[in-house]
Nanobody
Framework: QVQLVESGGGLVQAGGSVRLSCVAS????????MAWFRQAPGKTREFVAA????????YYTDASKDRFTISRDNAKNTVYLQIHTLKPEDTAVYYC???????????????WGQGTQVTVSS
């Protein structure tokens, strides 16, 4: 099992940027990728981006590719998500998760953090 702890959220103004961090510990070798999801109030959780530990290959959706940047620091077992040009609709709880081996992007995510709240004021 992998333990994940997110941080970096808070209250930010529209148009600004924020960088979220996710530190992994435990059986980190069991996963080859990490991902970020978000869940806005009253909405279902949605995938934002994923990245491989080896090679740092990113994967974005059409909705996230322009304003989101995922990166990782293997030495720190940390994955980052930078959000640029924040909009009020980016307000959500952001979660990181470990991707299960076997497909890219992963179809299944096994371990989840507790989430970090990002609130964007207009």
């Amino acid at each position: 099992q992998v333990q994940l702890v997110e941080s970096g959220g808070g209250l930010v103004q529209a148009g600004g940027s924020v960088r979220l961090s996710c530190v992994a510990s435990g059986r980190t070798a069991s996963s080859t990728s990490m991902a970020w999801f978000r869940q806005a109030p009253g909405k279902t959780r949605e995938f934002v981006a994923a990245i491989t530990w080896g090679g740092g290959i990113p994967y974005y959706t059409d909705a996230s590719k322009d304003r989101f940047t995922i990166s990782r620091d293997n030495a720190k077992n940390t994955v980052y998500l930078q959000i640029h040009t924040l909009k009020p609709e980016d307000t959500a709880v952001y979660y990181c998760a470990t991707g299960r081996r076997g497909s890219w992007p992963p179809r299944t995510y096994d371990d989840w953090g507790q989430g970090t709240q990002v609130t964007v004021s207009s």
